[in-house]
């Protein structure tokens, strides 16, 4: 904190080198003098001016060539996660881009600990203040295991689900592991038989009978495998894949929200997924 007689030798210093009074003071009181009024609203313009200069030189730093680091969470983005990379590249071949893979014990996929500029992930995460662009959604769909009592149905209902011992991800903070376990429609604790990190070691114990799981429609087309069937869940919302970013990296990540913001358009006019 800044001490009052400091910023009060700090003025009368400034007085001193302009050779002006700013302040009429008295023992009871302290105002402006019509030359301090003036100087006061110069200098707010000025202040003004020189926040827009950081911005900028801000801006232009977080553009020099300085790597990107985009987090993406295992099974987030399947097509899309390429697209945005590839076009990223060809708009902007001077700016580096890494991508780092999350497993299942970090939704977030490194923006929860500031690891990453940007991830490309499936909400809900739960961060305060995120700021995030949807890319696209698609159904959620029941894991379960050849054989399985529903699966030949043609779709599911989340009643049906609730009872069946279930494969959860590790704990993480926020509500993204619950999303995934239909907490919102139980009554109790969801009978958890297992955790998973990966979606391979997911479907593997899936695929071995010991529980279900619920994923998105997205991973019928990349993991299906022996052993396992998806299931589409009826009367539940469709889960979303977004790019998140924290606002205060707004400028060094702007050129990938806008080129994210193009895939996913072009994507949504050619009937693409993610």
């Given at each position: 904190m800044v001490?009052?007689?400091?910023?009060?030798?700090?003025?009368?210093?400034?007085?001193?080198?302009?050779?002006?009074?700013?302040?009429l003071r008295t023992t009871r009181s302290v105002e402006l003098t019509d030359v301090g009024r003036v100087f006061s609203g110069l200098l707010a313009?000025?202040?003004?001016?020189?926040?827009?200069?950081?911005r900028v030189a801000q801006r232009m730093a977080a553009r020099?060539?300085?790597?990107?680091?985009?987090?993406?969470?295992?099974?987030?983005?399947?097509?899309?996660?390429?697209?945005?990379?590839?076009?990223?590249?060809?708009?902007r071949p001077d700016q580096p881009l890494n991508s780092v893979e999350y497993?299942?014990?970090?939704?977030?996929?490194?923006?929860?600990?500031?690891?990453v500029d940007a991830a490309i992930v499936r909400p809900p995460l739960g961060l305060a203040g995120i700021a995030?662009?949807?890319l696209t959604t698609e159904p959620r769909v029941a894991c379960l295991p050849e054989g399985h009592r529903l699966a030949k149905r043609e779709s599911v209902t989340v009643n049906d689900l609730l009872q069946e011992p279930i494969i959860a991800a590790p704990p993480?903070?926020?509500?993204?592991?619950?999303?995934?376990?239909?907490?919102?429609?139980?009554?109790?604790?969801?009978?958890?038989?297992?955790?998973?990190?990966?979606?391979?070691?997911?479907?593997?114990?899936?695929?071995?009978?010991?529980?279900?799981?619920?994923?998105?429609?997205?991973?019928?087309?990349?993991?299906?495998?022996?052993?396992?069937?998806?299931?589409?869940?009826?009367?539940?919302?469709?889960?979303?894949?977004?790019?998140a970013w924290w606002p205060e990296a707004s400028a060094a990540v702007a050129d990938l929200v806008e080129t994210a913001r193009a895939v996913a358009q072009a994507a949504g006019r050619a009937g693409g997924a993610a």
């Open positions: 001490s009052t007689p400091w910023i009060s030798e700090t003025i009368k210093e400034l007085e001193r080198q302009l050779k002006v009074t700013l302040f313009h000025v202040l003004d001016d020189l926040d827009d200069a950081v020099s060539g300085r790597a990107l680091t985009l987090g993406y969470v295992i099974g987030a983005g399947l097509e899309f996660m390429p697209r945005l990379v590839r076009t990223y590249l060809e708009r497993d299942f014990a970090d939704p977030t996929a490194g923006l929860r600990d500031h690891q995030t662009l949807e993480s903070p926020g509500p993204w592991r619950d999303y995934w376990l239909l907490t919102d429609y139980r009554t109790g604790p969801p009978p958890i038989v297992a955790e998973a990190r990966t979606r391979d070691a997911e479907l593997h114990m899936v695929a071995r009978g010991d529980g279900i799981s619920i994923t998105s429609a997205g991973a019928s087309r990349y993991y299906a495998r022996p052993g396992v069937v998806f299931i589409p869940i009826s009367g539940v919302s469709h889960c979303s894949v977004a790019l």
